[in-house]
């Protein structure tokens, strides 16, 4: 797939990893365009930088991939979008990391699709961190790690599915988008499991079926 | 241990089978005494029921398994508790169990602490669903079901961690009580994912660890 990430940080950058090494033409922009061309040259000859307005043309996913706060600006400096694919992956964190800043009668992935005209929204990765995303779905000796999606358009689903698949990540599908208001806070048990109580930047949530 | 069951409802009919399974002695007690006379009568010698006024005396731990609305009036009816080690384990549904009714800035294991004197409360099991609860820890090849448990005491904690370690699943801890605000969403989740998409009642979330 054609797939576009907006942001360079940790998750920009374990994303441009792995895409790219699943075979995806990847793109790279952000604010800083030169963090974007740093990072496509260090990933091959399957990635390449772009700035904002022309990086999204063509794409058939975009990721966004800074923070919630950034989201909605980072995807309107895009221009023009006829329906695009967009993957949310944030955690609406509060500025002192101690908690989500919204959620229960919302969450990020509704606020973007709410803010950004001509977007299909899926909400996933979230619960994935930089470490997992980058070194693969395999924790432990059972079980892929699964990543979960929720939408509330049923092709964009499917594309984002694809996706999961492709960088070998078992997709469950977590309904629509609204119920981001889950997975957003799982998302931070996520990381209050890994930074806070140390077990470590390798877990991750999955479901176990009997 | 000695353990208070209040409710007599699916969960509370799950801990009963669990808990004398495990080998815990078991008072049953509810609004309905005659319904938790006859729960405690087809759980064999290990359970008794008693009226709720006199159900907690002794009891090392009380495992609050009514509804959320009805815990703290529940709670309560059990008369003076001094320091009581409290299990709560709801998901505060709307009631068209279509999401959560309270979040992020409280969780229903804050409130009941709140409301309710002399108790230390521990938020478990509130992502385990009664069959899985009933017929045991293991689901799927790999992993042990874990028991996610959050509370401000430690030796509350601990006297929780042993309780969910004496009946077979993996404890998990999840930090202070105010982490109920991510458990209680994540046990959301559960139930959508058993019930609304249809995946049936063995499941249960768990953290991978690579």
């Given at each position: 797939m054609k797939i576009t990430i907006v942001g360079t940080g940790n998750m920009g950058t374990a994303f441009g990893k792995r895409l790219t090494a699943s075979g995806h033409d990847v793109t790279l922009t952000g604010r800083n365009l030169e963090a974007a061309r740093k990072l496509a040259s260090s990933l091959g000859p399957k990635a390449k930088a772009a700035p904002p307005d022309q990086a999204a043309s063509g794409a058939e996913i975009v990721i966004a991939a800074t923070p919630y706060s950034e989201q909605a600006n980072a995807l309107r400096s895009l221009g023009a979008l006829n329906g695009q694919v967009i993957v949310e992956i944030s955690n609406p964190l509060t500025p002192d990391?101690?908690?989500?800043?919204?959620?229960?009668?919302?969450?990020?992935?509704?606020?973007?699709?709410?803010?950004?005209?001509?977007?299909?929204?899926?909400?996933?990765?979230?619960?994935?961190?930089?470490?997992?995303?980058?070194?693969?779905?395999?924790?432990?000796?059972?079980?892929?790690?699964?990543?979960?999606?929720?939408?509330?358009?049923?092709?964009?689903?499917?594309?984002?599915?694809?996706?999961?698949?492709?960088?070998?990540?078992?997709?469950?599908?977590?309904?629509?988008?609204?119920?981001?208001?889950?997975?957003?806070?799982?998302?931070?048990?996520?990381?209050?499991?890994?930074?806070?109580?140390?077990?470590?930047?390798?877990?991750?949530?999955?479901?176990?079926?009997?």
């Open positions: 990391f101690s908690g989500l800043a919204i959620g229960h009668s919302t969450s990020a992935a509704e606020e973007v699709a709410k803010a950004v005209r001509g977007v299909r929204v899926v909400k996933a990765f979230n619960t994935i961190l930089a470490q997992v995303l980058a070194e693969g779905a395999e924790l432990g000796r059972a079980q892929r790690t699964q990543v979960f999606y929720a939408g509330d358009d049923a092709t964009a689903k499917r594309a984002v599915r694809s996706l999961i698949e492709s960088v070998g990540f078992e997709p469950m599908d977590a309904g629509p988008l609204a119920n981001a208001r889950y997975l957003e806070p799982m998302g931070m048990l996520n990381i209050y499991f890994a930074y806070s109580a140390k077990i470590g930047g390798r877990i991750a949530p999955v479901w176990l079926r009997g």
